[in-house]
């Protein structure tokens, strides 16, 4: 990534983020600025996110052009050898931190007012602090396309001798992969802001379940009646039968 555009791309992307950070997951249009998520003061997880990409996959790929490819990444227009290594280091610091302050930018301007961030105000954001840097970007990098289509060095793009298109060489592959490794940590770190859980999430009540079929209760074992008294029985005496009579003969 040409050195000069660098914290702007980076500054678009946390204004991005920021964008993502505010939209709702679990609506269809997550695309749209569906619904805000953030609370006033509980972006610390997502500003944390995107100061993580911005050094693990953004300054790096940064780093990358401006230890590989010096000449190409100011487009040739200075000498880099003439350019002190400190200049690097702080260039190298202002793209790492390009993407949390685009972040912070655009999510303190979404909250304005107090209160979280709406839609309407997220998208506003986006437009002004992500529009804007990469439309300048744009226009930087058109303006110097036809150096930027030339791999070579400074004094090979001056003399205008032994230079190579960027296409189909070393550096238009580097760039190819770069891109792709920048796009995809950049998908990462948007899935990690969007599986998110809002705000007092953790105080949802269990969902109701209804019984199972086989978890209905038995009937209760019915409990056997207490054998009643048993009936009284005439008393028999020896030589009286039923009924009082006398059973002796005669």
């Known amino acids: 990534m040409p050195a000069f555009v660098a ?7 946390g204004a991005l983020l920021a964008w993502f950070s505010a939209a709702a997951p679990h609506r269809p249009g997550a695309l749209r600025a569906a619904e ?15 100061a993580l990409f911005s050094v693990l996959v953004f300054a790096p790929v940064c780093a990358y052009f401006l230890v590989f490819a010096p000449d190409w990444s100011f487009a040739y227009l ?12 702080v260039l190298l610091l202002l793209d ?3 993407v949390p302050a685009g972040f912070a930018a655009a999510h303190g301007f979404a909250s304005s007012g107090g209160g979280r961030p709406t839609p309407q105000r997220a ?15 744009l226009v930087a990098v058109l303006a110097l396309s036809r150096r930027l289509a030339l ?11 032994g230079v190579h298109p960027v296409a189909g060489g070393p550096l238009g592959y580097a760039l190819l992969w770069m891109y792709t490794m920048l796009a995809a940590g950049f998908a990462v770190t948007v899935g990690a802001l969007l599986r998110r859980d809002p705000p007092g999430g953790g105080d949802k009540p269990e969902p109701h379940r209804a019984p ?5 209760p038995s009937e209760p074992a019915r409990v056997a009646d207490p054998p009643g008294p048993a009936a009284a029985r005439p008393e028999r005496r020896l030589g009286v039968g039923k009924g009082g009579r006398s059973n002796r003969p005669g």
């Not at 805000?36 to 995107?50: E, H, I």
């Not at 998208?123 to 970007?137: H, K, N, S, W």
């Open 96 to 98: 790492a931190a390009s």
């Open 78 to 89: 200075v000498d880099t050898r003439r350019i002190p290594s400190a200049v690097d280091l």
């Open 151 to 161: 791999d070579g060095t400074y004094r090979q793009v001056a003399g205008d001798f």
């Open 212 to 216: 199972r079929a086989d978890a209905v």
């Open 123 to 137: 998208v506003r954001a986006l437009a002004v602090f992500g529009g804007a840097p990469l439309a300048i970007a």
């Open 36 to 50: 805000p998520r953030l609370a006033p003061g509980s972006r610390g997880r997502p500003l944390a996110l995107a």
């Open 7 to 13: 914290p702007l791309v980076g500054f678009a992307l």
